[in-house]
């Protein structure tokens, strides 16, 4: 199985990007988006349950991006809006079969599945 990321790009200060995590094969029970920022460790950014769409955020782009899943296109996106130049990182899609209660979803161990990352460059 595989997660296929996309939707990264250059983009100014203050603009929207729109990224795409799409399994191969199968549907995951939850799905979780990380980055991770030259010389910085990876960080939770967001996580969807794919059952009831329950969402959870991380504090820094809580208000600034929507997560999101597409039944038909069995896709997750993640909708990023007002980005910031911190916002600067490689955005990896993750999955795993359980469906995670909200409290363990920024847990990376929690996740068995894992894509490339998509680099996201805001520039000031």
């Known amino acids: 199985v595989q997660l296929q990321a996309s939707g990264g790009g250059l983009v100014q200060a203050g603009g929207s990007l729109r990224l795409s995590c799409a399994p191969s094969g199968r549907t995951f029970g939850t799905y979780g988006w990380f980055r991770q920022a030259p010389g910085k460790e990876r960080e939770f950014v967001s996580a969807i349950r794919w059952s009831d769409s329950n969402t959870r955020y991380a504090s820094s782009v809580k208000g600034r991006f929507t997560i999101s899943r597409d039944r038909a296109q069995n896709t997750v996106y993640l909708q990023m809006n007002s980005l910031k130049p911190e916002d600067t990182a490689v955005y990896f899609c993750?999955?795993?079969?359980?469906?995670?209660?909200?409290?363990?979803?920024?847990?990376?161990?929690?996740?068995?599945?894992w894509g490339r990352g998509t680099l996201v460059t805001v520039s000031s």
């Open positions: 993750a999955a795993d079969s359980r469906t995670w209660i909200i409290g363990a979803m920024a847990d990376n161990n929690n996740y068995a599945v």
